[in-house]
Antibody, heavy 119, light 112 residues
Framework: EVQLVESGGGLVQPGGSLRLSCAASGFTFNTCEMNWVRQAPGKGLEWVSYIWSSGSNKQYADSVKGRFTISRDNARNSLYLEMNSLRAEDTAVYYC????????????WGQGTLVTVSS | DVVMTQSPLSLSVTLGQPASFSCRSSQSLVHSDGDTFLTWFQQRPGQSPRRLIYKVSNRDSGVPDRFSGSGSGTDFTLEISSVEAEDVGLYYCMQGTRWPYTFGQGTKLEIK
């Protein structure tokens, strides 16, 4: 069964840092492009970041560029999102997802992890 | 950035009747490689999103054939041929042709 399981969310103060993890199973992770997508409470979907299967290409939304870093460890079948200088507007459920564009036919989503930035 | 505009924002449909969702992009979504990276996602109440359709018209594994996607250039449509109760939720289109990826604001499907 294809599965993505996120972890690492929680409550953090403005200006703080958090590292999200996503554990993949049931598919060949090291050949799959991956993404982070977030959803603020009661709002729509916002793409956050992308990483190619080898890690050689990374992309970020302007809203997180310079503050967030995406990475992956193919040996551990894991995806990460390092989040620094967190702001109240970063409060959201963060989802780990496979291919969003359909460049790759594998497009699973995780269950999400909630990040709350508040003092 | 490419702006994705969905309409209507809300749709109320009788069970067994068809439903149609529109998505328009501010720029052509034809990639330099010839593909068009327009994706549709479904988000049922209280659940994670799920990819339904990719590259305009390709159904994901496990997606019922009552769902179909069509369109080209800047104009795209998701259709449900016969709405079932489990189809209630939000539907988002997204373009993956140009960075940054951008989503539409979503269309909420309800049962009349």
């Amino acid at each position: 069964e294809v599965q993505l399981v996120e972890s690492g969310g929680g409550l953090v103060q403005p200006g703080g840092s958090l590292r999200l993890s996503c554990a993949a199973s049931g598919f060949t992770f090291n050949t799959c492009e991956m993404n982070w997508v977030r959803q603020a409470p009661g709002k729509g979907l916002e793409w956050v970041s992308y990483i190619w299967s080898s890690g050689s290409n990374k992309q970020y939304a302007d809203s997180v560029k310079g503050r967030f870093t995406i990475s992956r460890d193919n040996a551990r079948n894991s995806l990460y999102l390092e989040m620094n200088s967190l702001r109240a507007e970063d409060t959201a459920v963060y989802y780990c997802a496979g291919s969003l564009s359909g460049y790759d036919p594998r497009g699973p989503w995780g269950q999400g992890t909630l990040v709350t930035v508040s003092s | 950035d490419v702006v994705m505009t969905q309409s209507p924002l809300s749709l109320s449909v009788t069970l067994g009747q068809p439903a149609s969702f529109s998505c328009r992009s501010s720029q052509s979504l034809v990639h330099s490689d010839g593909d068009t990276f327009l994706t549709w996602f479904q988000q049922r109440p209280g659940q994670s999103p799920r990819r339904l359709i990719y590259k305009v018209s390709n159904r994901d594994s496990g997606v019922p054939d009552r769902f179909s996607g069509s369109g080209s250039g800047t104009d795209f449509t998701l259709e449900i041929s016969s709405v079932e109760a489990e189809d209630v939720g939000l539907y988002y289109c997204m373009q993956g042709t140009r960075w940054p990826y951008t989503f539409g604001q979503g269309t909420k499907l309800e049962i009349k």
